[in-house]
């Protein structure tokens, strides 16, 4: 302890002083000490005031990795901000304390010190400083573990429902930034009602397709009557005794036939090339 004191003399005895009188071994004159106490904290600050200065020095002397010593820290920091025997600290000094004190601590602290100084105007009470630190162990940064049954403070309720509502303006505007975007992926179609009929040109593409259609069905069906021509003249030969096979000359036959036909292209292949010149 005597090497602690040595970096931080002044205000690691106020604090071990504090520590004796709130632990209950004189409870009789506890209020009484802990004014008195106050009273000599008062008239040191009349020549410097230096509270957060010596918070943070004082910080690296406790072990507050142990809640219970924590939690006497925490207690202390409020009893010395305090100024003139008031019961409550100023909103500037407490929002500077949160940020030394609850620094890794508290996940909603930047969130919970920006609403605080927008929106409060009064002193912060015993009970709000007390409560934010049971605040800040039971509730996760999507406020998931908070009990709105609970008997929070007002200003605690009041940073919550402000909570929920950025929370939920944030949803809005990226569900509205995802709603524009498939807008924008799919801004060529017409989702309007009868955007599936036929346009004219439709039509006349399909009336088109139908007449080539027509041509080609004409095309196969004389095609198949030289096929069939072919064939009989085989069959002539063959009654009067021709060695070759009526077959093969008949394949070879068609197949000059298509690949004749084939060579002029068909009536889709005609029209798509009259199209594009």
């Given at each position: 302890?005597?090497?602690?004191?040595?970096?931080?003399?002044?205000?690691?005895?106020?604090?071990?002083?504090?520590?004796?009188?709130?632990?209950g071994r004189n409870p009789s004159n506890?209020?009484?000490?802990?004014?008195?106490?106050?009273?000599s904290i008062d008239e040191r600050r009349r020549t410097r005031d230096t509270t957060l200065g010596d918070i943070v020095r004082l910080m690296p002397c406790l072990n507050?990795?142990?809640?219970?010593?924590?939690?006497?820290f925490y207690d202390f920091v409020f009893f010395i901000c305090r100024e003139n025997g008031q019961k409550s600290i100023a909103v500037?000094?407490?929002?500077?304390?949160?940020?030394?004190?609850?620094?890794?601590?508290f996940r909603l602290l930047d969130q919970w010190c920006d609403f605080v100084q927008k929106h409060q105007k009064h002193n912060i009470s015993e009970d709000t400083w007390?409560?934010?630190l049971a605040f800040s162990r039971c509730?996760?940064?999507d406020l998931g573990g908070y009990d709105p049954k609970g008997a929070w403070p007002v200003l605690i309720d009041d940073f919550v429902e402000h909570m929920h509502r950025t929370i939920e303006i944030a949803d809005c505007s990226e569900n509205?930034?995802?709603?524009?975007?498939?807008?924008?992926?799919?801004?060529?179609?017409n989702l309007l009602p009868g955007?599936?009929?036929k346009t004219l040109e439709d039509d006349s593409l399909e009336g088109e397709m139908v007449s080539d259609s027509s041509e080609y069905q004409q095309d196969l069906m004389q095609v198949k009557r030289q096929k069939n021509s072919l064939y009989e003249d085989s069959n002539r030969h063959n009654i009067r005794g021709c060695v070759q096979t009526s077959v093969c000359a008949v394949e070879g036959s068609l197949s000059k036939g298509f690949e004749g036909y084939l060579s002029i292209g068909s009536p889709f292949q005609l029209n798509h090339k009259n199209r594009a010149s």
């Open positions: 302890m005597e090497c602690l004191r040595s970096n931080c003399p002044d205000i690691f005895d106020v604090f071990y002083k504090y520590c004796d009188i709130i632990s506890m209020k009484e000490s802990l004014s008195l106490l106050l009273k507050l990795s142990d809640d219970s010593q924590f939690n006497c500037h000094r407490a929002l500077s304390a949160w940020k030394i004190i609850l620094h890794g601590r007390q409560q934010l509730v996760r940064e509205k930034s995802m709603c524009c975007s498939i807008s924008n992926t799919f801004s060529g179609l955007s599936k009929r």
